[in-house]
């Protein structure tokens, strides 16, 4: 079987870890568990008569106060970019990381995730930016770790380019 490592990159509080636990576990916790370091989670998946093993890499949060250890990137086959749809920063941070990651690992499958849909209520991103985002060729996906809203398509979606190579 095959093992590949996805790592979760955004700033903090963006949802990364909210996002793993209901894709692997489940369960969605209203509690705000800040990541130190890497907390490391695994799921098998089938995608096209292949089954994966994927192990997930839920890095902290980037903040003014601390970096990603680039480190923590080597032998990723892909990225999620989590972005926290009620805070635009988290939008100009997930650009910047994935201009180091890349830097970091070479260009691999990543999806820009644009998380905490329902609350769209309080939404500070706007479809100009959305747009703008997508017209570069990026996947970019709506998901709520909280009502499970496309949490399960972001990771087979990945899965599936990685598979494509």
Known sequence: MLQK???MVGAFATGKTSLVAKFVYSIFSEKYQTTVGVKID???VKVKEQELNLILWDLYGEDEFQKLRTSYLRGSSAF??????TRKSTLQTALELQQ???GSIGKV?????????DLQDEWELDSESIEAIESKGWIVIKTSAKTGLNVE???YTLATKILEG
């Open 42 to 44: 695994r799921k098998t």
């Open 153 to 155: 398509e972001i990771f």
């Open 109 to 117: 499958p990543f999806i820009l995730v644009l998380n905490k849909w």
């Open 100 to 102: 180091r990651v890349e």
């Open 80 to 85: 999620l970019l989590v972005v926290d749809g």
């Open 5 to 7: 490592k996805i790592c």
